[in-house]
């Protein structure tokens, strides 16, 4: 006869709390559709004013009911990105057809300039990809869906993560590392 140990009701607890928590992240309704989402687009932002038009176009494509996705979204457009939205049942076939390999995919995929941008990535590390643009990259990708990243804010909760190079050649390498909140951004300082 096993006897249960009181540690093992706990951490199964805490666990299925953890799991209801990250999930409702990604189960409230979003509004984005298929239309640009500019409704935070600064007009005199210093930011959006560093990005090149060409570079501020932002195609995303989503899980309808994915609230960490828009909120992900609304990070980008308040710094000048313009999005177009696709809200899609079944991303699978977009992200293999975009080379992103399912070990490194998250809950939205998203295209600038044919270079692709996979997960809670934040808008700092997008822009400065952006304006590298390195040799022989896809994109970046944050695997998964880390606690604190943009779009998965939980209070002053935070996971360190890396921001890693998508390389044509099918690896990968560290880009950035994220190891503390800026502002509730999942930003470095």
């Not at 239309?35 to 990005?51: C, H, I, K």
């Not at 828009?70 to 293999?96: C, R, Y």
Request: overall charge negative.
């Amino acid at each position: 006869m096993r006897t249960l140990n009181i540690f093992d009701g706990l951490t199964r607890l805490l666990f299925l709390i953890l799991v209801l928590v990250a999930a409702s992240a990604c189960s409230k309704q979003t509004t984005a559709g298929t239309t640009p989402n500019t409704a935070n687009v600064p007009t005199n932002s210093t930011e959006a004013q560093n990005v090149p038009e060409q570079n501020r176009q932002l195609v995303v494509y989503k899980s309808p009911t994915c609230g960490c996705c828009g909120a992900w979204v609304d990070h980008m457009t308040g710094a000048g990105f313009i999005a177009t939205v696709h809200d899609q049942e079944n991303l699978s076939p977009i992200k293999n057809k975009l080379g992103i390999r399912s070990d490194l995919q998250s809950c939205h995929t998203a295209v600038v300039n044919d270079y692709v941008f996979e997960g809670h990535i934040p808008v700092d590390i997008v822009q400065q990809f952006l304006e590298e643009a390195p040799r022989d990259a896809i994109g970046l990708a944050v695997p998964g869906m880390p606690v604190g990243s943009p779009g998965m804010e939980m209070g002053d909760r935070f996971q360190a993560y890396d921001v890693l190079l998508l390389k044509s050649d099918g690896s990968t390498q560290v880009y950035a590392h994220i190891d503390q909140l800026k502002n509730g951004s999942g930003v470095q300082q």
